[in-house]
T-cell receptor, first 110, second 116 residues
Framework: QKEVEQDPGPLSVPEGAIVSLNCTYSNSAFQYFMWYRQYSRKGPELLMYTYSSGNKEDGRFTAQVDKSSKYISLFIRDSQPSDSATYLCAMRYVTDKLIFGTGTRLQVFP | DGGITQSPKYLFRKEGQNVTLSCEQNLNHDAMYWYRQDPGQGLRLIYY???????QKGDIAEGYSVSREKKESFPLTVTSAQKNPTAFYLC???????????????FGEGSRLTVL
């Protein structure tokens, strides 16, 4: 079993839809949770970061961590065609390297 | 502008040849990383370095080599021993490799290597 599991998609939604992207993990020691966005043929860039449990909101994006279920989510409200990208979850415990999910490809069509 | 520069963006190699991918950063970051990205497999860590003249193997180091002679530079050599080298290679850096900061990685734009 992989430490971090992520549905690869692709996920195709119409413009304006609410998108939910999810990852599950097996290591209860993970403390830092991140979402990276990667456009085609580019390097990933950090989108959201959460420490431990709870929600964090930034504009149209909300990151949620449920440590009891070992589950993290990224919600995108009012999705736009410019949100079309691959979204990678990543997590780590205090003293170690990031572990990445496989990425979910999202397509938002006009 | 501060960032990470990878070169070349695209590279073709014949089987049996070694090839070196360049990675330079001007963010004054201590830690640097090389990842390989294949469809459906996410990012897999090849090598990382926390300080100059020191580096550690990641999860898939076989067939690769690195050096860290300067803080700004972390080149990756894909050797002929790497059985399946065609992939997208990403270099990244962070302020440190762990600890209480987020450990946020800053990525370059990647190098796509194709073996003919």
């Amino acid at each position: 079993q992989k430490e971090v599991e992520q549905d690869p998609g692709p996920l195709s939604v119409p413009e304006g839809a609410i998108v939910s992207l999810n990852c599950t993990y097996s290591n209860s020691a993970f403390q830092y949770f991140m979402w990276y966005r990667q456009y085609s043929r580019k390097g990933p860039e950090l989108l959201m970061y959460t420490y431990s449990s709870g929600n964090k909101e930034d504009g149209r994006f909300t990151a949620q961590v449920d440590k009891s279920s070992k589950y993290i989510s990224l919600f995108i409200r009012d999705s736009q065609p410019s949100d079309s990208a691959t979204y990678l979850c990543a997590m780590r415990y205090v003293t170690d390297k990031l572990i990445f999910g496989t990425g979910t490809r999202l397509q938002v069509f006009p | 502008d501060g960032g990470i520069t990878q070169s070349p963006k695209y590279l073709f190699r014949k089987e049996g040849q070694n090839v070196t991918l360049s990675c330079e950063q001007n963010l004054n970051h201590d830690a640097m990383y090389w990842y390989r990205q294949d469809p459906g497999q996410g990012l897999r860590l090849i090598y990382y370095s926390q300080i100059v003249n020191d580096f550690q193997k990641g999860d898939i180091a076989e067939g690769y080599s690195v050096s860290r002679e300067k803080k700004e530079s972390f080149p990756l050599t894909v050797t002929s021993a790497q059985k399946n080298p065609t992939a997208f290679y990403l270099c990244a850096s962070s302020m440190s490799s762990g600890g209480a900061d987020t450990g946020e990685l800053f990525f370059g734009e990647g190098s796509r290597l194709t073996v003919l």
